[in-house]
DNA sequence: AAAATAAAGTGATATAAAGCACAAAAAGGT
DNA sequence: ACCTTTTTGTGCTTTATATCACTTTATTTT
């Protein structure tokens, strides 16, 4: 089983997939993250942190999407949000308790970096503008979050649907078709909808022509009408 | 009008409501603070911060209890948090694009320092401590805010309210006798619910002998069961 | 390829909470 | 102290969406 994690190894100097963080690190302060990570792969569906579970490492996710997520109770599931490529996973836990809040888990087979926890924080330290560009990060995911939450608790089933399906179209896939990386359950998981409701409102969506949707594939079709469903709530 | 804004002036050194992150800063450094800042007063119920508008300062609450908002359309508002003082306003929206994302109005007298951005973001950059510390606040506050609103999405209207309660009590004034600063309707925006049902499941709460209200008074009475509604939602 | 399991779709019903309309009380202004 | 405005409380009605029970369709497993 634990011989799947195939464990690579390049320097990360001339890595393709570098943060913007990191791009803005010296040759010896890279190397101080260099000598102290490494690459790991983790199959879709795998767990790649658990929330509750103590930081010794901050995870980069190189390659792949990831969801973010919670369960309030063992039977319901919370998606906060699609992780894309080129992101560190739950930064804001880290310079709090240190204790995940969030799980995380792969939608498809992704590549992380495990950087030891200590090195990051001495490097945010001494370094002010890769602190800046950190906070950067924070502030924009805090941000965005938000925002898709807001919007949330103030629409109601109809346009909460929209949302997820302009989410998908302009933040996640950045392309007006795509496969929805995960079931109907969980996409209601991600808008706060039963199944059954999401369900319904895809369909009804697809009979009156504003989207294309076959299993997991999906197409928006009419994006003026689904941005205006979207802002009615 | 303007008049009533009393602009005193004494140093950043001798500040006895200087922040964590201040807290850290060498003489010269706080020396930029306090030539490029100043310190204000706003009355009870004025705006301090209008979403949508442009940060050319950030702003510090020293002194007072403001309230962060945001208005998703004109006739509804929702309160995102009860912010305390020793506080900066809107951190993730300074480090983005720079446009405020929410507003802030004062619940009773303040005080507040308007300090220049550019300083700011200086001391950040040429500072890692200070930037850590300020890390720190954005992540704790962005995990709060949250944490708040999971909470809220999946409860219903009694553990919603058993919240609100709890989170004037423990975090807001951390006693079990307080002063609500607000109407009934905005305690309703802060956990997203109609006024007349917040009404109806405070009044509940009395009538079961949970807690004591009269008018703006609020009094736990029964923490144990109020802990136990919250956490059954 | 067949059987088993999981996911998706569908109609009927239940229900929590919003909305409405109004009365009572409190706060604010003159 | 009186009038006006705002806030709070209350019963009734409406409505959106969850939940239930079941069928159909996909996907895995053997």
Redesign the pocket.
Known sequence: MFSDYTITKQTCHDCKDKSCAAAILSKSELDQINFNSRESQVKKGEIILHEGSLTSHIIYLKTGLVKEFVKPSPDREQILSIVKQHTYLGLPSLFGDRINHYSYSALDNVKVCYIDINVFNNLIKKNGQFAYEILVSVSRDSLNNFHRFINQSQ??????VADAILYFGRIVYESNEFC?P???????DLI????????????KFKEEGIIE?K??MMEILKMELLEQISRKG
């Open positions: 629409k109601r089933i109809y346009g909460r929805l995960f079931t109907r359950k969980e996409f209601a706060g909808v039963s199944r059954e409701s999401a369900t319904r409102v895809l369909l949707i299993g997991r």
